[in-house]
């Protein structure tokens, strides 16, 4: 089937010809409004919260310094961001 084809097909789908679930197969069911809802929000709520201080940068550093923080498992940027915060409390800029 074209592109054409499919879309004459589902522009010819009339409201009353809508998909019924068969109740065979748990990932053909249609989501109800409140799992809509749900996924539009967890969608929306993406990303850095509002309001956050934080910077998203381009930053390289050697293999065994990114290889040692992704050894710790999940969260290895945030303990990066700490020891930075950490040297800077030790080593006050100028």
């Known amino acids: 089937m074209t592109r054409n ?3 004459e097909a589902i522009r ?3 409201p ?3 998909y019924v679930w068969d109740g065979n197969d ?3 069911r249609p989501l109800t409004e409140d799992e809509l809802n749900r996924g539009i929000s967890l ?3 993406r ?3 509002a309001g956050s201080d934080k910077t998203q940068i381009a930053l390289r550093l ?3 310094v990114l290889a040692a923080f992704k050894s710790t498992g999940k969260g290895w940027q945030t303990r990066m961001n700490d020891a930075l915060k950490e ?5 006050p800029a100028i």
């Open 5 to 7: 084809e499919v879309l």
């Open 12 to 14: 010819a789908i009339k």
């Open 16 to 18: 009353e010809m809508d």
């Open 26 to 28: 748990e990932d053909d």
């Open 43 to 45: 969608a929306r709520s």
């Open 47 to 49: 990303g850095r919260p």
């Open 62 to 64: 050697d293999n065994s």
């Open 87 to 91: 040297w800077l409390e030790q080593h």
